[in-house]
């Protein structure tokens, strides 16, 4: 069984501070996605990063896939609490199924 | 366009009980998926099928059933319901099962199992 370890599990911070949010395996993936959900809804995606070392940018959100696919990275800047929610990273294989981590609850007071 | 549509929104089950959660895609998509959340463990794959006909085990299959008769429709069953499957359960659906590590995930807006 492939697994994916989250870090932080939950994180508390002001608008306007920086984070990163960590998804880390000791497996190779071919593909990383990101996905961010909010309470009563299902997750929605934010990006797939598929090549090691592939840098994405999604407004305030900066999306690292590592140089040996086992790992990825979320920084955002300048957080707002538009923000908060939970973000999932989810590791694709070559066959039909995603590998979930268990998620960083973020929260961005005002 | 509604995507992924799951009913019902909450249910309570006493144990034993069995029930159906309904699942339906209106975007044509090939690949339709049942997910359980649970706190602390993220999600975990039920079962998922990759066409009409066509259906596989997940991660944690054991207490579920699933049937795909048609392309829109994946149902998941509960034979006898167990405390142990209180979650909440989503389903989803994505286009291409030949490129889904690069394909979108869709998923509906849960259902909420209260088994007691």
């Known amino acids: 069984t492939q697994l994916l370890e989250q870090s932080p599990q939950f994180l508390s911070i002001q608008e306007g501070e920086n984070l990163t949010v960590y998804c880390n395996s000791s497996?190779?993936?071919?593909?990383l996605q990101w996905y961010r959900q909010e309470p009563g809804e299902g997750p929605v995606l934010l990006v797939t990063v598929v090549t090691g070392g592939e840098v994405k940018k999604l407004k305030r959100l900066t999306f690292q896939f590592g140089d040996a696919r086992k790992d990825s990275s979320l920084h955002i800047t300048a957080a707002q609490p538009g923000d908060t929610g939970l973000y999932l990273c989810?590791?694709?294989?070559?066959?039909?199924?995603?590998?979930f981590g268990e998620g960083t609850q973020l929260t961005v007071n005002p | 366009n509604a995507g992924v549509t799951q009913t019902p929104k909450f249910q309570v089950l006493k144990t034993g009980q069995s029930m159906t959660l309904q699942c339906a895609q209106d975007?044509?998509?090939?690949?339709m998926s049942w997910y359980r959340q649970d706190p602390g463990m993220g999600l975990r794959l039920i079962h998922y099928s990759v066409g009409a006909g066509i259906t596989d085990q997940g991660e944690v299959p054991n207490g579920y059933n699933v049937s795909r008769s048609t392309t829109e429709d994946f149902p998941l069953r509960l034979l006898s319901a167990a405390p142990s499957q209180t979650s909440v359960y989503f389903c989803a659906s994505s286009y291409s099962v030949r490129g889904l590590r690069d394909e979108k995930l869709f998923f509906g807006s849960g259902t909420q199992l209260s088994v007691l």
């Open positions: 989810a590791g694709g294989t070559s066959g039909s199924r995603l590998t």
């Open positions: 975007m044509n998509h090939e690949y």
């Open positions: 497996s190779v993936f071919s593909s």
